[in-house]
């Protein structure tokens, strides 16, 4: 390829443009060459200047060639054009420089104005001598075939590429863990539901099932119903006095009670003669007040809980205090002002410690009835059961941890037991609390008292022993007072045992009554005992604590009898 470019040829000039490289698109770059005058330092016309003597010219110019390369040229007027890369070599009148020693030669070089417009004035990109400086090739420009290079668009295009397909793959694994949680909450939340609705199930609590079972167990004849009863006895060791309580489970209804006695409660010695509850607890203590229970109100009561005062006190710190919604404002003993604050506040839901818990359950205000403290009593006990645990095993190690057993036969693990299953009836909203009525007299009225001693003890449907005694309660509606007492002195030498039904208003006639059918012999027998007529024997309703229930009416002669 010809390295220079001669304008003098196109009719120009004198001027000549020298190739001096290539563009980045491939096309020829030339610089312009001034005219030159040819320097003879021999003066020898028509050779040039040969620092190395390496070669001749074939006409009166010889090209310089500082490498000694022997390229000689043929042009009349110009030495050959230096080409730095060594590129390219031509035929006209000139031969190209060949780092490798080889002389090039290809056919005419074109014309610079046939081959381009674009002349620049500047340097193009240095080529790979090693790929362009071969003479042995003959590059023409219609062979060129020009690639265009990757540019930073295409690295950008292939980076966006991969960073949107990175993060399609995370919204994708994003989605599936999130499906993953979802369906572990919707299996745990199924499980949850169906262990609730399973244990609703074993308590008998579910709403559709609940109310089949508590009519089997309402269905079921309150004779039949099993119960276990707890007598205890609250001590209080600092004033004094006592208070009374049942404990009652019954496990046929699943249902817990505390049946507050009052201590004004008649109970018959055995003796025949009439006494009081607190009377009682003092003279014959838990044994024998125990039976008088059992023979007042029909129960069977498997054991007494002897409660002091500072059991009560170190039970309720044990278990981490306890919530009652207190009904008055107890004093604090020890204020030595009148204007101090009280002890226990009124109002819901205070928090008793083991010291306000005793205070409080033995609160009896000025002018209050003894119901009133016994009230507060059964408060508390509730609010104990509900704080207790429901575990045997933890109950039976609380009550030995207290030492509260202090009478026998009663065992630390029949106690535990016990207050356990009572425990499990309050946490679930099982469990009340009931008085006992009792008239002012202390004896119990009938109709009053016989929710609590049938219903809830089911005293009527206590069925005695093959050779235990009949019970008789008697009724005085005589208008005189003291034929209760020769009632008793009858009925007692009669081999029947008798329960002091207190008096009522006047009635002319007298009346013997029994429940159940197998008593009709029985009740026949208590009116010829007590000189009525066979006419007076009738079947109705009696006393819940009673076998045969008797009124004595004014037709009752007590010295027939």
């Not at 001598?129 to 023409?140: E, F, L, N, S």
């Not at 600092?238 to 699943?254: F, I, P, Q, R």
């Not at 008649?266 to 006494?275: E, F, H, Q, R, V």
């Not at 049938?454 to 005695?464: E, F, I």
Request: aromatic share 6%; glycine share 12%.
């Amino acid at each position: 390829m010809n390295d220079r470019y001669d304008a003098g040829d196109a009719g120009h000039g004198a001027d000549q443009y020298e190739l001096v490289g290539y563009d980045e698109y491939g096309r020829p770059v030339y610089r312009q060459v001034p005219p030159q005058q040819q320097y003879d330092p021999y003066g020898q016309q028509g050779y040039g200047y040969d620092p190395y003597a390496t070669g001749t010219g074939q006409q009166q110019t010889q090209s310089y060639d500082p490498y000694g390369g022997g390229d000689t040229g043929q042009q009349p007027r110009q030495p050959s054009g230096y080409d730095p890369y060594g590129t390219g070599t031509h035929q006209q009148q000139t031969q190209s420089y060949d780092p490798y020693g080889r002389t090039a030669t290809s056919g005419q070089q074109p014309r610079a104005a046939e081959q381009t417009a674009y002349i620049p004035h500047q340097a193009g990109p240095v080529e790979d001598q090693g790929a362009q400086g071969r003479g042995d090739r003959d590059y023409r420009t219609e062979q060129f075939a020009f690639v265009e290079e990757p540019d930073q668009d295409s690295e950008d295009v292939i980076d966006w590429l991969k960073f949107t397909e990175n993060r399609t793959e995370r919204r994708e694994e994003a989605k599936r863990r999130a499906r993953a949680r979802v369906i572990a909450l919707v299996v745990v939340l199924a499980m949850v539901a169906a262990g609730g609705v399973g244990y609703l199930w074993y308590a008998g609590k579910l709403p559709g099932l609940s109310s089949s079972d508590d009519k089997t167990d309402t269905a079921t004849p309150v004779g039949a119903q099993k119960r276990d009863v707890i007598v205890v006895h609250l001590h209080n060791t600092g004033k004094g006095g006592t208070s009374t309580a049942l404990l009652v489970d019954n496990t046929t209804t699943k249902q817990g009670t505390t049946v507050l006695l009052p201590n004004s409660l008649a109970l018959a010695g055995d003796d025949g003669s009439t006494t009081t509850l607190a009377k009682s607890v003092d003279d014959d203590g838990s044994s024998g007040t125990r039976d008088a229970i059992d023979t007042a109100l029909g129960t069977e009561i498997q054991g007494t809980w002897r409660l002091d005062t500072p059991y009560l006190q170190n039970l309720v710190d044990l278990i981490g205090n306890i919530e009652v919604d207190t009904n008055a404002d107890v004093p604090d003993p020890g204020a030595k002002s009148k204007g101090a604050a009280p002890l226990v506040r009124k109002g819901k839901a205070q928090t008793l410690s083991g010291k306000t818990a005793v205070a409080y359950a033995t609160y009896q205000g000025s002018g209050e009835a003894q119901n009133a403290q016994l009230e507060r009593f059964g408060q508390v006990m509730q609010a104990v059961l509900r704080k207790l645990t429901s575990d045997t095993q933890g109950a039976t190690t609380t009550v030995q941890t207290l030492g509260m057993i202090i009478e026998p036969p009663l065992t630390d693990k029949d106690l535990g037991a016990f207050l356990a299953r009572l425990a499990d009836l309050a946490k679930g909203g099982d469990y009340k609390t009931a008085m006992m009525p009792v008239q002012g007299d202390g004896t119990l009225n009938a109709q009053a008292s016989a929710s609590v001693v049938k219903d809830v003890l089911g005293g009527t449907a206590k069925s005695p022993d093959k050779d235990a005694a009949i019970r008789v309660s008697v009724r005085n509606a005589s208008g005189v007072k003291d034929n209760t007492g020769k009632a008793r002195v009858v009925l007692l030498n009669g081999g029947f045992t008798f329960l002091e039904g207190g008096n009522t208003a006047t009635e002319a006639t007298s009346e013997v009554v029994y429940a159940d059918a197998a008593d009709k012999d029985n009740a026949t027998e208590v009116a010829k005992t007590l000189g009525l007529s066979a006419d007076a024997v009738s079947k109705g309703d009696v006393a819940g604590n009673a076998d045969v229930s008797v009124l004595l009416g004014q037709d009752y002669e007590p010295s027939s009898s």
